[in-house]
């Protein structure tokens, strides 16, 4: 989810696992931008964005088509990527998850 605009270092957290190479958001369908994200913190996510869930918490919105209503549709990019939830800052690109979502989407890897 730190899709879009730029690629991060899959390092961030100071972990120094080498990961995948041919693994990064710019080969990807914004895969893991099709998970239920909740709204833990407030990142200044706009209204319009945000649903609520059966337990009253807030979540990204998704559309009918299964990604995050904030993903552009033509660019696969996130559209709010300066106010993007604490969860999608947290999730890392060459994570484990990261490589299971895409391969759920059905990428190689
Ligand atoms: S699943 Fe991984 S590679 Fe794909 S958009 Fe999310 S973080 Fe990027
Ligand atoms: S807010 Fe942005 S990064 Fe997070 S799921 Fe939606 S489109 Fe993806």
Excluded: H
Excluded at 6 to 35: H, K, M, Y
Excluded at 55 to 81: F, K, N, Q, S
Excluded at 91 to 96: A, H, I, L, Q, R
């Amino acid at each position: 989810m730190n899709i879009p605009i730029t690629d991060v270092s899959p390092f961030a957290t100071g972990d120094t696992t080498p990961v995948n190479p041919e693994i990064t958001c710019s080969n990807c369908q914004a895969c893991c931008c099709r998970l239920e994200v909740i709204l833990l913190t407030d990142t200044g996510v706009p209204d319009y964005l945000i649903d609520e869930d059966e337990w009253g918490g807030e979540v990204m919105r998704r559309l009918d088509d299964g990604w995050c209503a904030a993903v552009d549709r033509e660019t696969l990019m996130c559209t709010i990527y300066d106010r993007r939830p604490q969860l999608c800052r947290d999730y890392e690109m060459g994570s484990p998850e990261c490589e299971d979502e895409r391969k759920e989407n059905g990428l190689d890897q």
